[in-house]
């Protein structure tokens, strides 16, 4: 599978969540911990918003534990809301246009987990996607896909009803061909101003998915600890396995569920694949 992050809060160095954590992206991507694969080599990409109408992204088939261009750009970039994700192929080729997250207009998107027997489902599944979205797919994997079906179904307008209906038609297009258990997911979604998280699988034992706590909360826990003095009180990171020890600083996203981080308007809900 992969490994993923995504923040929003505060503008920060993109090396202080990337790099300087205990147990950092950098370090998940030759020990994870808590998925399938200890080692995430297959590529990796990073997302950002910052002063255009779209975010910017950088990504590379090399491992990332090998790329100086990262680490020298990390010192320099700083951003209010950014993803990272370091790639386990579960199939599709590693190349660039298969490496998360991926963009469309002003979203983001990035996932860990897998559509099972994706190809001999991706025909149906791709032929389900707008025409009018169909010519920006250039990859071959399945997030991609799954992306765009969401686009398709209305993620812009409401993220939480268009993720579901797109599990939805995953799932029965999957289950019509004999494929029991489609669908394992956690997946980070951003039009700039929100990120939301959802997490579900549809044998009930999704990919891990942490949140963060909230950050005043933690300064009276660790006032010994200077970055989470610099932080605003919405600042929140959610991430596939937590970046270090400290207590009180993680808590598991409950199965089946979807979250949304903006200022002043964090909510949980429950996910529930919907018919198309």
């Not at 918003?49 to 790329?67: S, T």
């Not at 790639?87 to 987990?113: D, Y």
């Not at 169909?134 to 686009?151: C, K, N, P, R």
């Given at each position: 599978?992969?490994r993923w992050?995504?923040?929003?809060?505060?503008?920060?160095?993109?090396?202080?969540?990337?790099?300087?954590p205990?147990?950092s992206?950098?370090?998940q991507s030759l020990?994870?911990?808590?998925?399938?694969?200890?080692?995430n080599g297959?590529g990796f990409?990073v997302g950002?918003?910052g002063?255009?109408?779209?975010?910017a992204l950088?990504?590379?088939v090399d491992?990332v534990w090998?790329?100086?261009?990262?680490?020298?750009?990390?010192r320099?970039?700083r951003?209010?809301?950014?993803f990272?994700?370091i790639?386990?192929?579960t199939?599709?080729?590693?190349q660039?246009?298969?490496?998360?997250?991926?963009?469309?207009?002003k979203?983001?998107?990035m996932?860990?987990?897998?559509?099972?027997g994706?190809?001999?489902?991706?025909?149906?599944?791709?032929?389900?996607v707008?025409?009018?979205?169909?010519?920006?797919?250039?990859?071959?994997s399945?997030?991609e896909?799954?992306?765009y079906?969401?686009l398709?179904f209305g993620?812009?307008?409401?993220?939480p009803a268009a993720?579901q209906r797109?599990?939805?038609?995953?799932?029965?297009t999957?289950?019509a061909?004999?494929?029991?258990?489609?669908?394992?997911?956690?997946?980070?979604a951003s039009?700039?101003?929100?990120?939301?998280a959802f997490?579900?699988?549809?044998e009930?034992v999704?990919?891990?998915?942490f949140y963060s706590?909230d950050?005043?909360?933690?300064?009276?826990?660790?006032p010994?600890?200077?970055?989470?003095?610099?932080?605003?009180d919405?600042?929140?990171?959610v991430?596939?396995?937590?970046?270090?020890?400290?207590?009180?600083?993680?808590n598991?996203?409950?199965?089946s569920?979807?979250?949304?981080?903006r200022?002043?308007?964090?909510q949980?809900g429950?996910?529930i694949?919907?018919?198309?």
């Amino acid at each position: 599978m992969c490994r993923w992050l995504a923040y929003s809060g505060s503008p920060i160095l993109l090396e202080s969540i990337l790099y300087k954590p205990q147990h950092s992206l950098i370090d998940q991507s030759l020990h994870a911990r808590l998925g399938p694969h200890t080692t995430n080599g297959d590529g990796f990409g990073v997302g950002w918003y910052g002063e255009g109408d779209e975010p910017a992204l950088y990504k590379c088939v090399d491992p990332v534990w090998n790329d100086r261009n990262l680490k020298e750009l990390s010192r320099q970039i700083r951003s209010r809301l950014m993803f990272a994700h370091i790639r386990a192929s579960t199939g599709t080729p590693v190349q660039q246009t298969n490496c998360h997250p991926f963009r469309h207009g002003k979203w983001l998107w990035m996932h860990n987990g897998q559509i099972a027997g994706f190809a001999g489902v991706k025909r149906e599944l791709v032929m389900a996607v707008d025409p009018a979205l169909y010519g920006s797919i250039e990859g071959s994997s399945d997030t991609e896909v799954f992306f765009y079906l969401a686009l398709t179904f209305g993620l812009a307008e409401n993220p939480p009803a268009a993720v579901q209906r797109a599990v939805g038609f995953i799932e029965r297009t999957c289950r019509a061909q004999g494929i029991e258990h489609p669908m394992r997911m956690s997946v980070a979604a951003s039009d700039g101003e929100s990120l939301w998280a959802f997490r579900y699988s549809s044998e009930g034992v999704p990919p891990s998915l942490f949140y963060s706590t909230d950050v005043q909360a933690l300064r009276e826990q660790h006032p010994e600890i200077e970055v989470f003095r610099t932080l605003s009180d919405e600042s929140r990171m959610v991430v596939s396995e937590p970046l270090g020890e400290l207590a009180g600083v993680w808590n598991e996203v409950p199965p089946s569920s979807w979250g949304r981080i903006r200022e002043g308007q964090d909510q949980v809900g429950p996910f529930i694949p919907a018919a198309h």
